[in-house]
């Protein structure tokens, strides 16, 4: 038995999940709705406590939209055991490299080259991947937004406006991008026209 | 699939098996009961108790292709005590108190608790169930039909 407890009784961090799960995920999910139907808006999400470097917008992000048929990919440094074990125990989401993913997590920089991941087809534009980018601050301030659920326009801190210009020049096709930066969300969905000052 | 055979092939994962098998099939009554007025280690829930369905499959025989059986609910827990060890559980019926249960019991196997609760709910359960097996069996005995044939005399 002794040796059974200390085999056992690694302790990997798998807290931090939803405590009420029904609830929290349908107001994570009411929050992930609004920031991509309005690109621009920033909410807060801060439902769960995932492991470093994993933050807690995207970490929340995770627990409301992955489940066993989202393949996911790690990039970089987020490809560690404590984030895998994390998201396995509370999602079972299946890892998958760049090609293959629906979410991708990492920050700008890790997460090229983003001609990796999928941008659908004319036929099925949905089979495209959603990539949930790290950043260290989010503001509105930067590159002007315009188009779908924009009123006149809006500002967003973007990772890379020339990389977001050609993603929109590949609409219907094309990836989406969500922005986390501690527990702040945004998101950049293919249909936003993206111009500079 | 290389994982699944280590772990089958593992004693140690293998009596982790045997108990969690056991709690997830045991009457809800019995567990509550056995486990009584105990009081839980310091523990933190990694998972509430979830209620959800599985489709349970069969082999008759064991020869033949896997087949649905059927959908069965089934609830599930996982809780991390203070110290460390983490306990799952996926156990059948709707009994979140039993599922919790289950969690702790799991974990409490891996701490130096484990004889007390190997002797004091484990073991009674797995009696309970042998003997509701040996009854069951017995019925069922009780029904047999032997056939037999009478030298035909095809000679």
Redesign the interface.
């Given at each position: 038995?002794q040796?059974?407890?200390q085999?056992?009784?690694?302790?990997?961090t798998?807290?931090g999940?939803f405590?009420?799960?029904p609830q929290q995920s349908a107001r994570a999910f009411r929050a992930v709705m609004n920031v991509m139907a309005r690109p621009g808006m920033i909410e807060t999400l801060d439902l769960a406590l995932p492991p470093a470097p994993l933050s807690v917008a995207a970490g929340t992000l995770a627990l409301t939209l992955l489940d066993h048929n989202t393949p996911v990919y790690l990039a970089g440094k987020w490809d560690c055991a404590a984030v895998r074990d994390w998201l396995t125990?509370?999602t079972s989401a299946p890892f998958a490299t760049a090609e293959e993913a629906d979410f991708a997590f990492g920050d700008w920089d890790a997460l090229q080259p983003v001609s990796a991941y999928r941008i659908g087809t004319p036929e099925y534009p949905d089979r495209s991947a959603t990539l949930v980018v790290e950043m260290t601050a989010l503001s509105n301030t930067g590159a002007i937004l315009t188009g779908p659920g924009i009123k006149d326009s809006a500002q967003l801190s973007l990772p890379d406006v020339a990389a977001a210009r050609a993603n929109t020049a590949l609409f219907p096709l094309g990836y989406d991008l969500f922005l986390c930066a501690g527990d702040q969300l945004a998101a950049l969905p293919r249909s936003t026209k993206v111009r500079t000052v | 699939m290389s994982d699944r055979t280590a772990l089958n092939g593992d004693p140690k994962q293998a009596a982790r098996k045997a108990w969690m098998s056991l709690l997830a099939k045991a009457p809800e009554a019995q567990v509550l009961a056995l486990w009584g007025e105990r009081p839980a280690p310091d523990h933190q829930m990694l998972r509430t108790p979830e209620l959800g369905s599985t489709m349970v499959r069969g082999r008759i025989g064991a020869t033949g292709n896997a087949f649905n059986l059927g959908e069965m609910t089934i609830t599930r827990c996982s809780v991390q005590l203070s110290d460390g060890p983490i306990g799952h559980a996926y156990v059948q019926g709707r009994s979140k108190e039993k599922a919790r249960i289950a969690a702790l019991v799991d974990a409490m196997m891996q701490t130096d608790a484990a004889e007390s609760i190997h002797a004091e709910i484990l073991t009674p359960l797995a009696e309970a169930r042998a003997s509701a097996k040996a009854v069951r069996a017995a019925k069922a005995a009780a029904t047999k039909v032997d056939f037999f044939t009478m030298a035909r005399g095809e000679d």
């Open positions: 038995m040796t059974l407890t085999t056992l009784a690694q302790t990997p798998l807290s999940g405590t009420e799960a125990f509370h | -």
